[in-house]
T-cell receptor, first 115, second 113 residues
Framework: NAGVMQNPRHLVRRRGQEARLRCSPMKGHSHVYWYRQLPEEGLKFMVYLQKENIIDESGMPKERFSAEFPKEGPSILRIQQVVRGDSAAYFC?????????????FGQGTRLTVV | DQQVKQNSPSLSVQEGRISILNCDYTNSMFDYFLWYKKYPAEGPTFLISISSIKDKNEDGRFTVFLNKSAKHLSLHIVPSQPGDSAVYFCAASLQGGSEKLVFGKGMKLTVNP
C-alpha cells in the first residue's frame, strides 16, 4: 500500500511563473490536507479538501493560491505568479475519514525554490 | 500567535537514556494531540497521539503525557536509540482528529551512541 505520493520532490521556478504541486493520497483516503513549512518553522495548515470539495481554506493566502481535488486524479496546489517568499516545503497529508482519533499521513513534500 | 510551543530547539542524549520532549499550548479548546517525527528531506511520520480525555498513552518505547491544567504535554522515549535522531513536532487539533493540525516549530533530538 503506497503512502502519500507528492511530485515533484523539487521544483524551481522563476519569479512570476506558475507552480503546480501534485498529491496522490493513500489508497482509500478521501481527505487531503496541504501544509507549508517555511525555514526554521513548523508546518502551517493551508487547506483541507475532499473529493471535488474545499472544506476549509482558512490557511490559504487570499491571492495567487488555489487548490483542487478532482473526482479523478491527484490533488493540485497551484501557485500563480510565484514570489521569493513562496519558497518553502509544501506537504500533503491524507486520512481515510475525519473525526475522533484520526491520524493524518504525510507525503515527502515538494520543495519549491523561487529564483 | 504561536498556539503550540516547543521552547527548546534541540536536545542531546546518550543512547539508552530517556529523552523527554516538551510541548506547551495556549488554546484550552485543543482536544487531540499528536507527535510527529521528521527526518531531513522527508515528510513527518506519525508517532503517537493522545485525546484530551486521557493523561497518558503508551506505545512501545514512546509515552505521551498530557497535563491539561498546565496545558502541557511531553513525549518520553526510553530507551533512546541513535535512529531516534530527528526533528520532533508536537501538533494539536480542535476537532478531535487531524483535520486542521496546529504544529509547534519542532525540536531536534540527537541520540549519541
Amino acid at each position: 500500500n503506497a503512502g502519500v505520493m507528492q511530485n515533484p520532490r523539487h521544483l524551481v521556478r522563476r519569479r512570476g511563473q506558475e507552480a503546480r504541486l501534485r498529491c496522490s493520497p493513500m489508497k482509500g483516503h478521501s481527505h487531503v490536507y496541504w501544509y507549508r513549512q517555511l525555514p526554521e518553522e513548523g508546518l502551517k495548515f493551508m487547506v483541507y479538501l475532499q473529493k471535488e470539495n474545499i472544506i476549509d481554506e482558512s490557511g490559504m493566502p487570499k491571492e495567487r493560491f488555489s487548490a483542487e481535488f478532482p473526482k479523478e486524479g491527484p490533488s493540485i496546489l497551484r501557485i500563480q505568479q510565484v514570489v521569493r517568499g513562496d519558497s518553502a516545503a509544501y506537504f500533503c497529508a491524507s486520512s481515510p475519514k475525519t473525526g475522533l482519533n484520526t491520524e493524518a499521513f504525510f507525503g515527502q513534500g515538494t520543495r519549491l525554490t523561487v529564483v | 500567535d504561536q498556539q503550540v510551543k516547543q521552547n527548546s530547539p534541540s536536545l542531546s542524549v546518550q543512547e539508552g537514556r530517556i529523552s523527554i520532549l516538551n510541548c506547551d499550548y495556549t488554546n484550552s479548546m485543543f482536544d487531540y494531540f499528536l507527535w510527529y517525527k521528521k527526518y531531513p528531506a522527508e515528510g513527518p511520520t506519525f508517532l503517537i497521539s493522545i485525546s484530551s480525555i486521557k493523561d497518558k498513552n503508551e506505545d512501545g518505547r514512546f509515552t505521551v503525557f498530557l497535563n491539561k491544567s498546565a496545558k502541557h504535554l511531553s513525549l518520553h522515549i526510553v530507551p533512546s536509540q541513535p535512529g531516534d535522531s530527528a526533528v520532533y513536532f508536537c501538533a494539536a487539533s480542535l476537532q478531535g482528529g487531524s483535520e486542521k493540525l496546529v504544529f509547534g516549530k519542532g525540536m531536534k533530538l540527537t541520540v549519541n551512541p
